[in-house]
């Protein structure tokens, strides 16, 4: 599997502070080693997209669907960005 982020994703790493920013990458490389990993609490949304959700920390987010052999990462930030997976 690989990584693809999308614009909104760079968008929003962008503006996260450098904490978070360092939690997400081994949080990403981590999916890409076992995606079932119980720290990431991997989980389908809700949505008719196929959309995922997966877990940076207890208030942080990512959001990404599976096509072929990638992750395309969605959105990553706190609770709210679920609203607009």
């Known amino acids: 599997m690989k ?3 999308t614009k909104s994703f760079r968008k929003d790493y962008a503006v996260l502070s450098s904490d978070i920013q ?11 080693q076992d995606s ?3 720290s990431l609490r991997v989980k389908k949304m809700e949505d008719p ?8 920390t207890q208030n942080y987010r990512f959001t990404f ?5 990638a992750y ?11 609203r607009t997976p």
């Open 22 to 32: 360092t939690l997400a990458e081994k949080k990403l490389k981590l999916l890409l």
């Open 36 to 38: 079932r990993h119980p």
């Open 3 to 5: 990584l693809l982020f």
């Open 65 to 69: 669907q599976i096509i072929g052999d």
């Open 72 to 82: 395309i990462l969605r959105r990553l930030g706190t609770h709210d960005i679920l």
């Open 49 to 56: 997209r196929d959309i995922w959700e997966g877990s940076i």
